[in-house]
């Protein structure tokens, strides 16, 4: 059988097709990210996650490209999911060291580190920084635009996001359970 049939064998459920497929394909498939991602253990768990992507998304491929180019764009975009993910996490651990760090520092000088600081510190940049200017110092959204290089309503839009993350993180707008109005 050649390629383009056991493709369309595979396509109807063929499991000895698609095991023929995997073996031929497998190989070029973990070089090739042996080389982006220049870490063995990691190759050979993204390949194998295409692969299994490729069981059940085999009924997408239309045959305009090489069945080839078809996994590596599946274990390309794969392996940039997995690297941005990985760089968020990053991103969150280190903010949290440094959100503890700022509350020992400020805790050790006998300063207040207080809920609305620890909502503060769990926001993104992007909404703490127009948040905090506007609401600890004042600026307009133009300042705030200007300041930031964005554009008034992205300030005002960033701000409006961030005060509605603290309040949902300090629990302000929610109701009262039961009946607690008196008569």
Not at 28 to 48: F, G, R, S, W
Not at 75 to 99: C, F, L, P, V
Not at 167 to 173: F, I, M, Q, T
């Amino acid at each position: 059988m050649d390629e383009k049939e056991l493709i369309d064998s595979a396509k109807k459920g063929d499991h000895r097709s698609f095991a023929m497929l995997f073996r031929s394909h497998y190989p070029l498939l973990v070089k090739y990210l042996m080389k982006i991602t220049m870490n063995p253990d990691v190759a050979e768990e993204i390949a194998q996650a295409t692969m299994a992507k490729c069981v059940e998304k085999i009924h997408l491929f239309n045959g305009k490209s090489k069945f080839s180019s078809w996994l590596i764009s599946i274990a390309t975009n794969m392996y940039i999911d997995q690297h941005r993910k990985k760089k968020r996490e990053r991103e969150w651990q280190e903010g949290e060291a440094a959100s503890r760090k700022l509350q020992w520092q400020m805790e050790s000088k006998n300063e207040e580190w207080t809920d609305a600081l620890a909502a503060l510190s769990r926001l993104t940049d992007e909404m703490r920084i127009p948040l905090i200017l506007k609401h600890y110092y004042g600026y307009s959204y133009d300042e705030i635009g200007e300041i930031l290089n964005i554009a008034a309503g992205t300030a005002k839009s960033r701000v409006h996001h961030g005060l509605l993350a603290v309040r949902r993180e300090l629990k302000v707008d929610e109701k009262p359970k039961g009946n607690l109005v008196k008569r």
